[in-house]
C-alpha cells in the first residue's frame, strides 16, 4: 500500500522550494517573459539551495532522498512560473535521470554536471569523438550545457555537450505562446567536439528509465502549474460578486472548483505512485508515462477552466492564468514529444 505522508525533511525542502518561487520566481514572472530570459542572478540563488540535488543518491554528491521529494520540490517550484524553472535548465532533470539511468558511478558524476536534459534529439556520434545532428526545444540552450543521446557504434548514448563546444550552433525559437522565459532553442550540431568521458553507452532501457524521469518531473510541475491556475480561480470566485453574492456560491462555479480541484489531484496521486517504488522497480516507464499524460490533460483542462471562471479578465495580461495557460499548454506539447516508449522501441540496433 503507498503510504501518502511525507517526512519532515521532504516537508522542509518542499517548504524551502515554496519560499524561493514565491519570492524569486513569481514576482518576476512577467517581466521575464518580456525580456525573454531569466533576471541576472536567478540561477546563482536557485544554485545556492542545492535543490535540484535531493533525489540523487548520496554516493554521487546528493541528499539521497526519493525520488517523491524531486517531484515535491518541482511542484513547488512551478507554482510559482514554470518558464523560469525551465530558463534554469530544469536543473533537477538531468542529475536524477543519469543516477536513474547509469550505474558506473564514476561516469554518472561526469555526466551529472548542471545542463538541460533534452531526449528530443537525433543525433549521431561519430569518431574523435564528434557529434552531429539537431537537439530540438532545449531550455536556456544559450547558458547550458546539454544532456542528450545519440546513436554511434550500433549502440544507444548519452551525451554531454558544452556550451562552449566547437561545431555547436543555437537556433532560438520564437516565443510565439507559452514559456517565452525559458529561451527555447533548437541546437545544432556538426562535427561538435566533445570530451570522450562525457558520452556513455546505454540500453534503450535505460534511456527509457531516463526519459521517464523527465516526464515524471514534468507531470509533478504540470500539477503545480494546475495548482496556481486553480487558487488564483477560487480567489477571483470568493471576491467577485454577481445576483447578491459571491460566484464562488453559485452552484455552476463552485461545481467547476471543486472538479478542477479533483483533477489535479487525481494527477498528483498518479506522480505518487509513480514515485513510490523508485525508478528501479519495473513498472517504472509505464507508471511514469501515466502519470505525464493524466497530468498533462488535467493541467490543460484546469488552466482553460481557470480563465473561464474570471470571464473576460482571464485573457488579460492583468491576471496570471491566461500565462498559467499558455505555459502548460506549450509544455505539455515540448516534453510530448519525449516519449520513453518510442525510445525503447528502437532497442533492436543497439545492445538489448
Do not use: N
Not at 541528499?63 to 523560469?84: F, K, R, S, Y
Not at 502549474?225 to 459571491?246: D, H, I, N, Q
Request: glycine share 10%; hydrophobic share 50%.
Amino acid at each position: 500500500m503507498t503510504d501518502f505522508e511525507i517526512s519532515p525533511a521532504q516537508r522542509d525542502l518542499e517548504a524551502l522550494a515554496k519560499e524561493f518561487a514565491r519570492r524569486r520566481l513569481a514576482p518576476q514572472a512577467r517581466s521575464a517573459e518580456r525580456a525573454l530570459g531569466p533576471p541576472e542572478g536567478l540561477g546563482e540563488a536557485f544554485s545556492s539551495l542545492e535543490l535540484a540535488l535531493v533525489a540523487v543518491p548520496e554516493s554521487l554528491g546528493g541528499m539521497g532522498e526519493p525520488l517523491l521529494t524531486a517531484a515535491l520540490v518541482e511542484q513547488a517550484l512551478a507554482e510559482g512560473d514554470l518558464g523560469l524553472v525551465l530558463a534554469l535548465g530544469a536543473p533537477a532533470d538531468a542529475p536524477v535521470a543519469v543516477a536513474a539511468a547509469v550505474p558506473d558511478a564514476a561516469a554518472a558524476r561526469r555526466l551529472m554536471a548542471p545542463c538541460a536534459l533534452c531526449l528530443a534529439a537525433d543525433v549521431r556520434l561519430g569518431p574523435g569523438p564528434r557529434l552531429d545532428g539537431r537537439v530540438t526545444g532545449v531550455p536556456g540552450a544559450g547558458r547550458h550545457g546539454i544532456l542528450t543521446w545519440a546513436r554511434g557504434e550500433g549502440r544507444g548514448w548519452l551525451v554531454r555537450v558544452e556550451p562552449d563546444a566547437p561545431g555547436r550552433r543555437v537556433r532560438p525559437l520564437r516565443a510565439a505562446m507559452g514559456l517565452r522565459a525559458a529561451e527555447l532553442s533548437d541546437v545544432e550540431l556538426e562535427e561538435a567536439a566533445i570530451d570522450p568521458e562525457a558520452a556513455w553507452p546505454v540500453t534503450a532501457a535505460q534511456l527509457a528509465r531516463a526519459a521517464a524521469v523527465q516526464r515524471l518531473l514534468g507531470a509533478a510541475r504540470l500539477v503545480g502549474v494546475g495548482r496556481a491556475a486553480l487558487a488564483e480561480a477560487v480567489a477571483y470566485a470568493s471576491r467577485r460578486r454577481a445576483f447578491g453574492e459571491v460566484i464562488a456560491r453559485h452552484q455552476g462555479v463552485g461545481f467547476l472548483l471543486a472538479d478542477m480541484w479533483v483533477a489535479l489531484e487525481e494527477a498528483w496521486a498518479l506522480v505518487w505512485l509513480a514515485c513510490a517504488g523508485g525508478w528501479d522497480d519495473e513498472g517504472f516507464v509505464r507508471r511514469a508515462e501515466d502519470a505525464w499524460a493524466l497530468a498533462r490533460r488535467a493541467a490543460g483542462a484546469v488552466t482553460s477552466d481557470a480563465v473561464g471562471v474570471l470571464g473576460g479578465a482571464g485573457y488579460m495580461a492583468d491576471a496570471p492564468v491566461e500565462k498559467f495557460f499558455r505555459d502548460a499548454h506549450t509544455y505539455g506539447s515540448l516534453v510530448g514529444a519525449w516519449d520513453p516508449g518510442v525510445l525503447a522501441a528502437q532497442a533492436p540496433p543497439w545492445t538489448p
